[in-house]
Every structure is written in C-alpha cells, then in structure tokens.
C-alpha cells in the first residue's frame, strides 16, 4: 500500500485514491456538523470546541456565510475551509455582478465540488480535507441543503451530517425526520439540536445553531435560546422514560 499513497494521481491497483480516502479520514476527526431542510427554514447545528479561557470564542466559526442566501458549515480542517470558502465567495459576486442575478445553491455547490475535484487530479497538491454542508434558497425560494466531500462529489439531502459520529446522528436523523415535524420553523431547530445531542457532550455550550429562513438574515441563535430548547429535550426524554417504566 505504502507505495502508491506517495502521489495523489497514482491509483493502488485494487483502484484506490489513498490521499482522497486520508482526507476522508480527516473529515471523520472532525467536529460534527449537521444540516435539517425544512418547509421554509433551514437548519444548520455544529458542535463546537471548547475554547481556551483567554480566546475570543466569535473567532471561531464553523458555520460561514457565502452570499446573502447561502451558508455553509463545514467538518475537517479549518484552514482548508477557509480558502475554499474565499473561492466560493469570490464565485458567488463575480455571478452576481455578470449575470445580474444571485447564484443558485446547485451552482456554487457544484463549483465548490468541482474546486475539490481539481486538487485530486492534479501533481503537487494535495485533496482538502473537509466536507461541507451547504444550505440556501433558490431565487424561486426552494430550500436546498447540500453535502460535498474531498473526492468532489456532491448530492442533495433532507438531513444529513458530516464529521465525527457523523453516522450515529445520520440514522437518528432517518429515524427521526418527518416532513410534518420540520414544517415549522421551531421543529427543524429541535430536530436538528436533538441529533447534535446524541453525540455532544455537556449540551448547549457545545452545540451552535443557525437558522435560515425564506427572506430573511442567517440568524445564529444565543446560546440561551439553544439552553432553553436543550432543558425542553431533555425534559421530554425524561417524561418518555418515565412512562415507559
């Protein structure tokens, strides 16, 4: 194996990318990052690190904004992220600015993927190693929530989550998704907290919510607010075992 992880254009014979499958594996030691499209919101959740005593917390962001209607949370390396997201931005103005018309979620989706693709083509370079989530609406106001990984692909979700424990919250999220419960604003947030809490440990301090409504600012909720939808999950988990005893 050893000898063909040293190039990223070489494929092993049993036809793998090993640096696409380590940038993967990047990902996965990631933080968590989870994404819920509802009727007319979009949630965006990530778990967040804990900060040194000293460090300004707003200086560090999981969750980024690359137009007025599109967002973007990612789970992997921060450093990467950020050059992609200036690529990304600089896309979604020089659309605006030549076709007069904001940019569809699919479109910078599918440029931010293709950016990934490049760099596990090309000699010299290595893959970046974060996967993103990104969530908007079209001009027509459809919700959209997309997911992107290293190897450059891209496809659309309900709900999906990326990074660590990624898996455990994806098969709460099937369990858990219903069209009925994210048809309100307050249910997508709940879904989407609910998921986070699966794998997050001591609750609203580590967790950070967005939320993306049709016509309206990204809006980050404080972590009071998320506080109060956490104590109101847990009192509802408590009352379920109560019963069921």
């Not at 450059?152 to 898996?167: D, H, P, R, Y």
Request: aromatic share 6%.
């Amino acid at each position: 194996m050893a000898r063909y992880d040293r190039a990223i254009t070489v494929f092993s014979p049993d036809g793998h990318l090993f640096q696409v499958e380590y940038a993967l594996e990047a990902v996965r030691k990631g933080t968590t990052a989870v994404g819920v499209r509802g009727t007319d919101t979009i949630v965006l959740g990530v778990e967040k690190k804990s900060t040194a005593k000293l460090q300004d917390p707003r200086t560090v962001r999981k969750i980024l904004k690359l137009d007025k209607h599109i967002v973007m949370a990612f789970a992997g390396l921060t450093a990467d992220a950020r050059v992609l997201v200036n690529k990304a931005r600089i896309e979604c103005q020089s659309y605006s600015l030549t076709l007069d018309d904001p940019v569809s979620v699919e479109y910078i989706t599918r440029y931010i993927a293709g950016v990934q693709q490049k760099y596990t083509q090309s000699g010299g370079v290595r893959p970046f190693g974060i996967s993103t989530l990104i969530i908007g609406f079209d001009p027509d106001g459809t919700p959209r929530l997309y997911q992107t990984d290293p190897s450059g692909t891209f496809s659309a979700w309900k709900a999906n989550a990326t990074g660590k424990n990624s898996k455990t919250v994806r098969e709460f999220l099937e369990k858990n998704y219903t069209t009925e419960g994210v048809s309100t604003s307050a249910g997508a947030v709940k879904l989407a907290i609910k998921s986070l809490m699966e794998v997050v440990e001591s609750g609203s301090k580590n967790i950070e919510i967005a939320v993306l409504k049709k016509g309206e600012d990204l809006k980050i909720l404080e972590e009071d607010e998320v506080d109060v939808i956490v104590k109101e999950i847990e009192a509802e988990i408590k009352a379920a075992k109560e019963e069921s005893e």
